[in-house]
């Protein structure tokens, strides 16, 4: 899981030191905040499989960022998503020890929540060593 973490953190970094997504003052979560109002970004979920080799121990992610967003209308969500995907795509691939391979965008999602809220999902993959 250790993988897994710097991940995340590099991810939460990136999106957090943004120019583009600070002007638009959305805040980025963990996981999705009991009492937030929206709209805000979390990251989650992250599956992880062991895609090792010979001499090399490596790790495959499928992890989401996610919009909540209770504004009318899906195109300011669809906006924001875009910038998100920006961002993620253009990461560092070197970064406290974890070196990132093959990142893409999966899949991408907008919908209405049965509570009325949208739901924004992008779901990436990448690929992850650990250099100690």
């Given at each position: 899981?250790?993988?897994?973490?710097?991940?995340?953190?590099?991810?939460a970094?990136?999106?957090?030191?943004?120019?583009?997504?600070?002007a638009?003052?959305?805040p980025?979560f963990?996981?999705p905040?009991?009492?937030?109002?929206?709209?805000?970004?979390?990251?989650?979920?992250?599956?992880?499989?062991?895609?090792?080799?010979?001499?090399g121990d490596?790790?495959e992610?499928?992890?989401?960022?996610?919009?909540?967003?209770?504004r009318?209308?899906?195109?300011?969500?669809?906006?924001?998503?875009g910038?998100?995907?920006?961002?993620?795509?253009?990461?560092?691939?070197q970064?406290?020890g974890?070196?990132?391979?093959g990142?893409?965008?999966?899949?991408?999602?907008?919908?209405?929540?049965?509570?009325?809220?949208?739901?924004?999902?992008?779901?990436?993959?990448?690929?992850?060593?650990m250099?100690d």
């Open positions: 899981m250790r993988n897994s973490l710097e991940l995340q953190r590099v991810v970094g990136a999106l957090t030191g943004d120019g583009a997504l600070q638009l003052r959305i980025i963990d996981g905040p009991v009492d937030s109002r929206g709209p805000y970004l979390s990251i989650g979920g992250d599956i992880v499989s062991s895609r090792g080799w010979q001499g490596g790790r992610h499928r992890f989401t960022v996610n919009l909540w967003d209770s009318e209308g899906v195109a300011a969500a669809k906006a924001v998503l910038e998100v995907e920006r961002v993620v795509l253009s990461m560092p691939r970064a406290a974890l070196r990132l391979i990142l893409r965008l999966l899949q991408a999602s907008v919908r209405r929540t049965q509570r009325g809220w949208i739901l924004g999902q992008l779901e990436f993959r990448v690929l992850s060593v250099e």
